[in-house]
């Protein structure tokens, strides 16, 4: 156990907060942490369960001393919080977030992060469909990725703290470029979620199908289409206005690849359709050899405690 920061303030208290508290204690990786939620009942819900050694009532008492702030509110409620603790930051420390966009963070907190403070954008690559201080678990971030996303002019021993930060919570860490990033994030999670989104609500609206028949027949595709589709909607609305290129850009190589395989349907050509379903079917497997998910029944998911 290695304690990384004297002090941490986690602003916003949801699955990504509550489970970063519960790692950090697991580690020893903090001294004291703080915590701070906009509403008073997500802070009464962690005072009950015992989430933060401290739950404040403002972010701006949050923050005081802190040597580590990690911003774990909606992409776009950033800039707001940013803007109220900016006075407030202790020199020398590191700002932070979990965002899942950061061309966005960067541009609208990177103003307000005042000189001799550290700012460097991160987002762990992990969750759950659930959110609120009840959903976090100390081993969310256990051999998951952590993409921490240096601005020009980042200091190295800062760096290096924030992702020894992570691995000591059980991440793998890598960097990146914020740009590159979104890219990323647009293929494997955003345009995915707004599939799945759609596919959920066009079964809602195929009235052929009665709402018993979707919910008692659904099937292991559509149970995790609803699954994907059940994340907090305040999140994913902000990233997607934020994210909005990266996410138009691969939408469209999205229906050209649709059309394609309905072309390949209507026309019974099913050679192409296997030479698809094989090579998709390939990736699948690279996944599961790099350690990202199981081929376990149900994809191994069980119920997961807070230790």
């Known amino acids: 156990m290695t304690k990384i920061y004297d002090k941490v303030a986690l602003i916003g208290l949801g699955l990504i907060a509550s489970s970063m508290f519960w790692a950090m204690k697991r580690g020893g990786l903090a001294g004291t942490v703080s915590g701070y939620a906009r509403s008073q009942e997500t802070r009464d819900t962690a005072r009950k369960i015992g989430l933060c050694d401290h739950v404040c009532d403002s972010a701006i008492e949050a923050v005081k001393d802190a040597d580590l702030v990690v911003l774990c509110v909606p992409v776009g409620a950033m800039e707001a919080v940013a803007q109220d603790i900016s006075a407030h930051l202790k020199p020398g420390a590191t700002i932070s977030d979990v965002g899942s966009v950061k061309r966005s963070v960067i541009d609208t907190v990177g103003p307000f992060v005042p000189q001799g403070v550290h700012f460097i954008p991160a987002h762990p690559l992990a969750g759950t469909e659930h959110s609120g201080p009840e959903a976090g678990f100390a081993s969310l971030f256990d051999n998951r990725w952590s993409l921490l996303v240096p601005v020009e002019g980042t200091e190295p021993q800062a760096l290096a703290k924030l992702r020894a930060f992570w691995e000591g919570m059980g991440a793998n860490v890598d960097e990146m ?131």
């Open 177 to 307: 470029d914020a740009d590159h990033h979104d890219l990323v994030l647009a293929v494997t999670s955003h345009a995915p979620h707004l599939i799945a989104y759609t596919m959920v609500g066009v079964a809602d609206d195929l009235r052929r199908v009665t709402d018993s028949e979707v919910i008692k027949y659904s099937a292991a595709g559509f149970r995790d289409f609803t699954r994907i589709a059940a994340s907090d909607p305040t999140m994913w609305r902000d990233v997607f206005l934020t994210n909005k290129d990266a996410t138009l850009e691969i939408l469209g190589r999205f229906t050209e690849e649709l059309f394609d395989l309905q072309r390949a349907i209507r026309t019974g050509d099913g050679d192409k359709l296997h030479a698809y379903f094989t090579r998709t079917r390939a990736i699948r497997r690279g996944i599961i050899q790099a350690g990202q998910d199981t081929d376990a029944p149900d994809f191994g998911r069980t119920k997961v405690s807070r230790e």
